[in-house]
């Protein structure tokens, strides 16, 4: 049971790394805002990682995602990747990427599964292989090892253990890994935003390897990118029948803060980027949002404001609320509730959205798991 350091509570729905419940971090008081800076640097120190984003002036401006960073020579992006080598940016690029990759048997367990053709076989046969659940084909999963953010309850944190090293694959490698029964391709992490130009183009180059049949290429991402990358992932997805699943962390911009150490800025703009470029193809959906719902953190009030959002730019934007497991720096924290899951699939709802559901139900948690008791 962690105890907040601003208000006095206590309750173990306070993550003992932030040190501050949700209530007080919404206030803002003075001097939190720094604090937090602190805690998230703290968090990657013991991982080699740049503490925030370099802003040297004369440095070397990357662009690729929404940190820009500015890097010295011999120094490294925020996102432990990109590096100024000999006033060149290496890292990241379109010729090589650091990657992992492995073939997941379709239907698969993706935010998107209920609304796409690779798990319902809608749009068949254009867009699906057979009009119901592709059984027996494969989507070619491709885990980027960097990420813009800093999240932290991140479920894939493992792979800032390899920061500062490569496991480089070139996008024509990476294409002709696609076989007679890959279906789809879905680029995640991390987070593909900082290696955005490589994947592009393996999206480019594996779709002219199968220019005959259905290849179908998505994105799952924070949203951070810049948005021309976000204009020309989306164009390959609309084109092939994929999707970009935008996962949204927080509504309120102080508990995304807390969250992920940035604001949720670029994301809501990419967002409503995507909603407008969706409209090209209204089926099946090109656009899927998703939030993991952390207990004490991310609530109905959190899920209401972003659902309204949501409905502002596309009431029939699928939406998936997804189920909180305790990880990395969140690791004291419970599993989401099934009270709470269903208390945010009522409001989600209710602010207008059209097509909602809980994502992973099996890691529901009782209402008796919330342990939410706080002592003052």
């Known amino acids: 049971m962690a105890r907040c350091r601003v208000c006095g509570s206590r309750s173990l729905l306070t993550a003992a790394s932030l040190g501050v419940c949700a209530p007080c971090i919404r206030t803002a008081p003075s001097g939190l805002s720094s604090a937090l800076t602190?805690?998230?640097?703290?968090?990657?120190?013991?991982?080699?990682l740049p503490l925030t984003?370099?802003?040297?002036p004369s440095g070397i401006l990357c662009d690729l995602c929404v940190n820009e960073c500015r890097i010295s020579p011999g120094q490294l992006g925020y996102c432990g990747l990109r590096r100024n080598v000999d006033g060149r940016l290496v890292g990241g690029g379109p010729t090589q990427g650091n990657l992992s990759w492995y073939f997941d048997p379709l239907p698969t367990n993706c935010v998107a599964d209920w609304v796409c053709p690779a798990g319902t076989g809608v749009g068949y046969p254009k867009w699906a292989l057979r009009p119901g659940p592709e059984y027996g084909h494969t989507n070619l999963a491709v885990f980027y090892r960097a990420c813009s953010f800093n999240c932290l309850g991140c479920q894939n944190w493992h792979f800032r253990e390899a920061a500062g090293t490569e496991r480089a694959m070139t996008p024509a490698a990476l294409a002709a890994l696609v076989h007679a029964r890959t279906a789809c391709i879905c680029y995640f992490g991390g987070d593909p935003s900082p290696q955005m130009p490589h994947s592009v183009a393996a999206a480019v180059l594996a779709r002219r390897r199968t220019p005959d049949r259905i290849l179908r290429i998505c994105w799952e991402?924070?949203?951070?990118?810049?948005?021309?990358w976000l204009r020309k992932a989306m164009a390959i997805a609309l084109a092939s029948g994929g999707c970009i699943k935008v996962d949204l962390k927080a509504w309120d911009d102080g508990i995304h803060r807390a969250l992920t150490g940035f604001s949720n800025r670029r994301t809501l703009e990419n967002l409503r980027l995507a909603a407008e470029l969706a409209g090209a193809r209204p089926s099946p959906p090109p656009l899927v949002v998703s939030t993991l719902l952390v207990p004490g953190y991310v609530d109905a009030?959190?899920?209401?404001?972003?659902?309204?959002?949501?409905?502002s730019i596309g009431p029939d934007i699928p939406y998936s609320l997804l189920a909180f497991h305790p990880q990395f720096y969140l690791n004291d924290l419970p599993v989401t509730s099934r009270e709470q899951a269903e208390e945010a699939l009522a409001v989600a709802?209710?602010?207008?959205?059209?097509?909602?559901?809980?994502?992973?139900?099996h890691l529901l948690g009782t209402s008796c798991d919330r342990r939410d008791a706080v002592v003052v």
Do not use: C, K, Q
């Open 301 to 311: 009030s959190e899920v209401r404001n972003l659902a309204r959002f949501i409905a």
């Open 38 to 48: 602190r805690v998230h640097a703290g968090t990657r120190r013991s991982f080699g």
């Open 349 to 361: 709802r209710a602010a207008g959205l059209t097509r909602v559901r809980i994502g992973n139900r």
């Open 221 to 228: 991402t924070n949203g951070t990118m810049h948005p021309r």
């Open 53 to 56: 984003p370099p802003r040297d």
